[in-house]
């Protein structure tokens, strides 16, 4: 038992060959042999296996490797290439290579801010935005570094003046649409269309409706939409009334039919159209104003309406016309002239986020309206002129003014328009009320700023200015650029204190006696100090604003044009240029400072400028002897032949 025992161990420790040793092997019986020669055949052919996955896994290795070192030699060519071209960039010292959005932020604030400018064609060649057009197209030519952030800018705000500038558009889309650059990238610019004063022939209508059409279609990026048509055009859908010769301003925009423009408007108001402003100098019928309700059914993400004056509305059934919800509007300037307008706004319109209102062409103040919108308001702005104080009192003062904590809880700036001399002190109870403007169209003194006041039992405990302002009619929502919270009065009080200016004489006191000759002189003193004091506050200090058409000075107490600047004849002495009543030529920007010798070469190429000019000429008579209607490319001819003598658009 115990020799088997002694023989079984060696058998186990056989198992491990690299362990046993030679006496072990020795004294092993000869029955153990074939038994491990099996087991060292199983390991010989197991380690051979092994072996031969060893070399495959060397040879791969050695492969990668191979491929590694390759790697390693180009990146250290490369790195030494790349070095080298730095090195000799420090040296040369090029321009500066910027980010394009860095470069998109430096030309918007190139530009003017939006309100400084106007695309009418009113406003006449020398304005400021032509010469952000300009500005616009000269970034762009720069280099090939700008050119793509500057196009984004030019292409961003399209205006169309005249109709054969939609066709030119549409005709650039399809252009960019025939290369490797499809034209949608090139549409995909535009975030704002403005129809203004666009007067469309009758025998050009057909291609410049289709054009439009296209131009909506493919703008899918459309941020805000403008249609302002011209006021000595008549407004229709189609010319089939028309001479052949005639103009009108197309009301397109009110046909909803799907691929019309006023249906592709309605996807553009689905798909994010933020702005619309609609001017229809148009009798409405109830069809059309349908139209325009269907239209505005659908604008979800609208934050900005602005809905003019309508010359007529006949609409009998009011009910059947939608209910209009606008989550996301919060501004809205809108003409209430007529009745039935009014009570459809008050009664079918949920407008949450309300909370800037312009109201114009009120008859009376519309207190359903407030009552039904006016909870979130924080800029209440009436347009309309009350001129009689009876009428002041009853509108402003018994409806309005003390009622506004109710109608408006969250007030902060009221602006008024109130014409009269001499103002009515105003009953107002508004705990939220900051700033209070009053509005006209007359120069204001501070003798009038001190008729000013509130009445005793006003409650305003937050009213910190109250202002005199003349407002321009290009601009609508200056107050709120010329904001009051900018410049306010240097007292405790809403009021700005005039206490060091001189009263005006008072006329009863001086004659119900005589005068002696210095009382007479102290009064023209005082009103000398008076006079020079209004100057003082018209001409200096203050902030300036450029406008379209005026420039404005704020103060603490107004905002007024400013004489001197606009060149209007009060405080101006008889010999100041600004009241020079003669015409200056008319003379390019890039030309002002021509020389003698270039303007006598201007003046030689005259003949060659009147042939165009009469070329342009003979164009417009083919469109008033030509029945039509004309193709796209005779449309694209005549507007390129009047661009080469248009001084509107050098």
């Known amino acids: 038992m115990s020799t088997s025992s002694r023989r079984s161990t060696p058998s186990r420790r056989s198992s491990h060959p690299a362990e046993s040793s030679i006496e072990e092997f020795a004294n092993r019986p000869l029955a153990d042999i074939p038994e491990e020669i099996f087991k060292l055949r199983e390991l010989s052919t197991s380690?051979?296996?092994?072996?031969?996955?060893?070399?495959?896994?060397?040879?791969?290795?050695?492969?990668?490797?191979?491929?590694?070192?390759?790697?390693?030699?180009?990146?250290?060519?490369?790195?030494?290439?790349?070095?080298?071209?730095?090195?000799?960039?420090?040296?040369?010292?090029?321009?500066?290579?910027?980010?394009?959005?860095?470069?998109?932020?430096?030309?918007?604030?190139?530009?003017?801010?939006?309100?400084?400018?106007?695309?009418?064609?009113?406003?006449?060649?020398?304005?400021?935005?032509?010469?952000?057009?300009?500005?616009?197209?000269?970034?762009?030519?720069?280099?090939r570094g700008w050119t793509a952030p500057a196009a984004e800018v030019l292409y961003q705000d399209v205006v169309f003046r005249r109709m054969g500038q939609i066709c030119a558009l549409a005709d650039t889309f399809r252009a960019a649409n025939?290369?490797?650059?499809?034209?949608?990238?090139?549409?995909?610019?535009?975030?704002?269309?403005r129809m203004d004063s666009c007067v469309v022939w009758a025998p050009c209508a057909k291609v410049v409706r289709e054009d439009l059409e296209l131009v909506l279609r493919q703008c899918t990026r459309l941020r805000s939409f403008s249609f302002h048509p011209h006021p000595s055009f008549p407004v229709f859908t189609w010319p089939s009334i028309l001479r052949s010769d005639w103009g009108f301003n197309p009301s397109w925009?009110?046909?909803?039919?799907?691929?019309?423009?006023?249906?592709?408007?309605?996807?553009?108001?689905?798909?994010?159209?933020?702005?619309?402003?609609?001017?229809?100098?148009?009798?409405?019928?109830?069809?059309?104003?349908?139209?325009?309700?269907?239209?505005?059914?659908?604008?979800?993400?609208?934050?900005s309406l602005t809905l003019r004056r309508v010359s007529h509305l006949s609409v009998s059934k009011r009910e059947l016309f939608p209910h209009i919800v606008l989550p996301q509007l919060t501004k809205l300037r809108i003409h209430l002239g007529h009745e039935v307008l009014s009570e459809y706004v008050s009664t079918r319109w949920q407008?949450?986020?309300?909370?800037?209102?312009?109201?114009?062409?009120?008859?009376?103040?519309?207190?359903?309206?407030?009552?039904?919108?006016?909870?979130?308001?924080?800029?209440?702005?009436?347009?309309?002129?009350w001129t009689d104080g009876t009428a002041v009192r009853l509108l402003y003062g018994a409806n309005l003014l003390p009622r506004l904590h109710e109608l408006c809880p969250v007030l902060e700036h009221l602006v008024l328009r109130i014409t009269e001399g001499d103002y009515p002190a105003l009953y107002v109870i508004s705990p939220t009320l900051r700033y209070l403007d009053i509005i006209s169209g007359t120069w204001f003194t501070i003798e009038q700023y001190r008729?000013?006041?509130?009445?005793?039992?006003?409650?305003?405990?937050?009213?910190?200015?109250?202002?005199?302002?003349?407002?321009?009619?290009?601009?609508?929502?200056?107050?709120?650029?010329?904001?009051?919270?900018?410049?306010?009065?240097?007292?405790?009080?809403?009021?700005?204190?005039?206490?060091?200016?001189?009263?005006?004489?008072?006329?009863?006191?001086?004659?119900?006696g005589e005068s002696t000759s210095d009382e007479e002189h102290a009064g023209n003193q005082d009103a000398a100090k008076k006079n020079e004091a209004d100057s003082l506050e018209f001409t200096t200090g203050g902030i300036v604003y450029d406008f379209p058409l005026a420039r404005l000075r704020q103060k603490s107490w107004l905002v007024t044009h400013d004489p001197q600047l606009d060149g209007y004849p009060r405080f101006l002495p008889a010999s100041h240029p600004l009241l020079d009543d003669s015409e200056p030529d008319y003379v390019p920007s890039n030309e002002a400072t021509a020389s003698q010798d270039e303007a006598s070469e201007d003046d030689s190429c005259s003949e060659s400028d009147l042939s165009s000019g009469e070329e342009e000429s003979d164009l417009e008579m083919d469109i008033s002897n030509t029945d039509g209607p004309y193709d796209r490319d005779t449309v694209l001819r005549m507007f390129r032949a009047g661009l080469d003598s248009d001084y509107l658009f050098d």
């Open 47 to 143: 380690l051979r296996r092994r072996n031969d996955e060893l070399n495959d896994t060397n040879h791969v290795s050695m492969r990668h490797n191979c491929q590694l070192a390759e790697t390693n030699v180009r990146l250290a060519t490369t790195v030494a290439r790349q070095d080298a071209a730095l090195q000799a960039q420090k040296s040369s010292r090029p321009a500066l290579s910027l980010p394009h959005e860095l470069l998109m932020i430096i030309f918007r604030y190139a530009l003017p801010p939006p309100y400084q400018h106007d695309p009418s064609v009113a406003v006449g060649p020398r304005n400021s935005w032509l010469e952000s057009i300009r500005t616009k197209k000269a970034c762009a030519l720069v280099c």
């Open 178 to 193: 025939s290369f490797q650059t499809p034209g949608r990238a090139l549409s995909g610019l535009v975030r704002s269309i």
């Open 253 to 303: 925009v009110l046909d909803p039919t799907p691929g019309a423009v006023g249906g592709l408007l309605v996807e553009r108001l689905v798909t994010g159209l933020q702005s619309l402003d609609l001017d229809l100098r148009v009798p409405l019928s109830e069809s059309s104003f349908g139209s325009m309700m269907f239209m505005l059914s659908n604008a979800a993400h609208l934050t």
């Open 351 to 385: 407008m949450p986020k309300l909370t800037s209102l312009m109201m114009v062409g009120c008859p009376i103040v519309p207190m359903t309206f407030l009552r039904a919108q006016g909870t979130k308001l924080t800029y209440l702005h009436f347009d309309d002129g």
């Open 451 to 512: 008729t000013l006041g509130l009445a005793p039992n006003s409650v305003v405990p937050n009213l910190q200015n109250v202002r005199l302002v003349m407002m321009p009619e290009s601009t609508p929502y200056f107050p709120q650029i010329c904001h009051p919270s900018l410049l306010l009065p240097n007292g405790t009080g809403p009021f700005t204190d005039f206490s060091h200016v001189p009263l005006p004489p008072d006329d009863d006191a001086t004659s119900d």
